[in-house]
């Protein structure tokens, strides 16, 4: 969430994105499938998001800084089953839409024991150039998660600037 926040706050010509990713029926898994089952869903989710951006933790303390110099998309785990993950590098909505509808389909092929598919609501804003306070970016992301679970959950949703709504 640092990370996200010093890298808004510089000013961008890029294109950037936030989005928070909370699991759907987290409290079901752990409830019929057991919390091991749960920690292995919140494993294999963290697991997908950062396989699907390609990075690479060599050297994993060093992260921070080559995300800010080589302008790196990267994830994190806000607690309990909630991601957020800033992706950067991308040309605008339609590639982060596709990405992240990739990460959603990797996510309900899931199939392990008897967890059969992990499914997750998506919350995304797209950070401006003018664009640079991480409360403001995360409080649109999360009302267009909140969206994304009030319109039936396992989906996407953007929210809109223009009009102040989510799509």
Known sequence: F???????????DEYLAICLI???GFKQ???KLGHQMGDKAIQITGNTIIDSMHIEFR???SFTE???AEKLSFAGRLGGDEFIVLVRGKNGREDVEAFLTNVLQCL??????????????FGVTEILPGDNDIDTAYSQA???LY???RAGKNQINFFQKTGGGVS
């Open 66 to 68: 080559r995300a800010i």
């Open 59 to 61: 050297e994993k303390w």
């Open 142 to 144: 999360d009302a267009a």
């Open 22 to 24: 909370d699991l759907d």
């Open 29 to 31: 898994i752990n409830d």
């Open 147 to 149: 969206e994304s679970k």
């Open 108 to 121: 309900n092929e899931v199939k392990l024991g008897d967890l059969h598919g992990i499914k997750a609501s």
């Open 2 to 12: 640092s990370l996200a926040g010093s890298i808004i706050k510089q000013p961008h």
